[in-house]
């Protein structure tokens, strides 16, 4: 249970074009969702908190108009990374809390994925 | 803000045991957890201790909290190559984000 998964696993794009990911919860309900970044040999960077039905929120330094989430469904949230370039290079990750169960906090992860901009 | 502090690496051979810990600041923390990444994947729940416990089991995993110090570690009995991977220790004050800690790296030896 409680399997998360992300499309596509990897992306290579050119400067300048914008490219969605999809992060879907499988068998659970996700009320909240979580967008990170991740640097080689970083920890976690958490762009943004998606809640379902609403505005997403921002952490600090992350542009809102960059990276754009949609949450339309308990289910499926998106990150749209706007004229990508090779800096926004990246593995996003997203993940997702379980309304139904677990610790409050606990977040199940998709496995990733790898964004390249050329 | 809130910190969470890892070691960067850790080496033990295949059959040790591995123990990796973990420091937190935030006194308000009420769930603590242990995520594992292996190369190229996402994070996996490896487990969770609620602040008021003080032990919790799972098979080979074994986590301990000193809520008084902040200070969380993971143990791993009889260490397989297959848990080279990175460990991320991670709190959380209850529907909240997580804070996490930079990841300890364990690699196995044969």
């Known amino acids: 249970g409680a399997v998360v998964s992300q499309h596509p696993s990897w992306v290579i794009c050119k400067s300048g074009t914008s490219v969605k990911i999809e992060c879907r919860s499988l068998?659970?309900?996700?009320?909240?969702m979580f967008w990170y970044r991740q640097f080689p040999k970083q920890s976690l960077m958490l762009m943004a908190t998606s809640n379902e039905g609403s505005k997403a929120t921002y952490e600090q330094g992350v542009e809102k108009d960059k990276f754009l989430i949609n949450h339309a469904s308990l289910t499926l949230s998106t990150l749209t990374v706007t004229s990508a370039h090779p800096e926004d290079s990246s593995f996003y990750i997203c993940?997702?809390?379980?309304?139904?169960?677990?610790?409050?906090?606990?977040?199940?992860f998709g496995p990733g994925t790898r964004l390249t901009v050329l | 803000g809130e910190d969470v502090e890892q070691s960067l690496f850790l080496s033990v051979r295949e059959g040790d045991s591995s123990v990796i810990n973990c420091t937190y600041t935030d006194s308000s923390s009420t769930y603590l957890y242990w995520y594992k990444q292996e190369p190229g994947a996402g994070l996996q729940l490896l487990t969770y201790i609620f602040s008021n416990m003080d032990m919790k089991q799972d098979q080979r995993l074994t986590v301990l909290l000193n809520k008084k110090d902040k200070h969380l570690s993971l143990r791993i009995a009889d260490t397989q190559t297959g848990d080279s991977a990175i460990y991320f220790c991670a709190t959380g004050s209850g529907y909240s984000t997580l804070t996490f800690g930079k990841g300890t790296m364990l690699l196995v030896s044969p």
């Open positions: 993940s997702a809390r379980d309304i139904g169960g677990g610790a409050p906090d606990t977040q199940y």
């Open positions: 068998d659970f309900q996700a009320t909240t």
